[in-house]
């Protein structure tokens, strides 16, 4: 392989390496693993915690911490520890709270302390949010707290998140851009009609986490994959951008290329293609 070695390639995960099911394909596998056994730099850049993330991508051989949570965590799976977090002061997340209550919607909490990630909510009001906490618990072992929120929120809150539909979400996300000190995600789900918002510090993004490992890692050029809204920042720091076939019209039009769908191990394809 002819690698350029100071050069990093990161991709989302769901709707753009993973498959439909969602899963890392065995073809995938074998030509990522090929491409970091020669050399090459390679890692993943997700809104999925460290519960999810890790089992989903176990196939693979990961050579660069990845981005965790849209940027909230770099997280080194060689070491299975946390290289950086981004947390949001208790005042800022008074705000956070008061924007979902103002429009009567529940949301999830993440705290990460002691190197632990744990979910903390108050009520699940919807049949989506209690579809999203049974597979987190049962599937994937995260951790799960009910309780008052406002008991549970101090320095170590690093994310708040929920999930229904556009007409309900859209009024927290305009409450959300009002409040200094933190950056939101609004984007549909790949596997539903379900939409996601999610309210971190404006210090996490996964244009500021491409950032952090080009300035780290050394790398002098990242290209990056990707198909869903909240790829767009990710895109910004990217020095190629490339959508998978299947990717939103709006991640398209920002693309440099746009290739085969995930359907197809688009991403993989692409790599060893293009490093070969």
């Known amino acids: 392989m002819n690698i350029i070695r100071k050069t990093l390639y990161i991709s989302d995960l769901d709707g753009t390496l993973l ?10 596998a074998e030509m990522i693993n090929a491409f970091t056994a020669a ?33 909230v965590s770099i997280y080194d799976r060689r070491s299975g520890s946390y290289i950086k977090n981004e947390y949001i002061d208790p005042a800022t997340s008074e705000k956070v709270l008061g924007a979902f209550r103002k429009h009567g919607v529940h949301c999830f909490m993440y705290r990460i302390e002691a190197g632990t ?12 949010m209690r ?11 995260k951790p799960f707290v009910q309780c008052r929120l406002e008991d549970a929120m101090d320095g170590n809150t690093v994310y708040y998140t929920t999930t229904g539909t556009y007409e309900e979400l859209y009024p927290v996300k305009q409450e ?45 050029r990242i290209v990056a994959f ?14 190629m951008k490339i959508a998978v076939g299947n990717a939103r019209e709006e991640v398209k039009a920002a693309a440099d290329e746009v290739i085969l769908p995930n359907t197809e191990d688009g991403v993989a394809r692409w790599l ?5």
């Open 19 to 28: 498959s439909p099911e969602p899963a890392i394909t065995a073809a995938t």
């Open 39 to 71: 050399g090459g730099s390679f890692t993943f850049a997700t809104a999925r915690s460290v519960y999810s993330a890790l089992p989903i991508t176990s196939a693979l051989e990961i050579n660069v911490p990845c981005i965790l949570m849209n940027g």
């Open 117 to 128: 990630l744990t979910c903390y909510y108050s009520e699940l009001t919807t049949q989506v």
């Open 131 to 141: 579809s999203f906490a049974e597979v987190r618990k049962h599937e994937y072992k």
């Open 176 to 220: 959300a851009e009002k409040i200094e000190g933190v950056d939101h995600a609004f984007y549909l789900d790949v596997y539903n009609d379900s939409w996601y918002l999610e309210v971190f510090s404006h210090n996490a993004s996964k244009a500021n986490g491409l950032r952090y490992l080009r300035e780290h890692y050394g790398f002098d």
């Open 226 to 239: 990707g198909d869903n809204l909240n790829d767009l920042s990710m895109f910004e720091q990217a020095d």
């Open 272 to 276: 060893t293609e293009n490093n070969s």
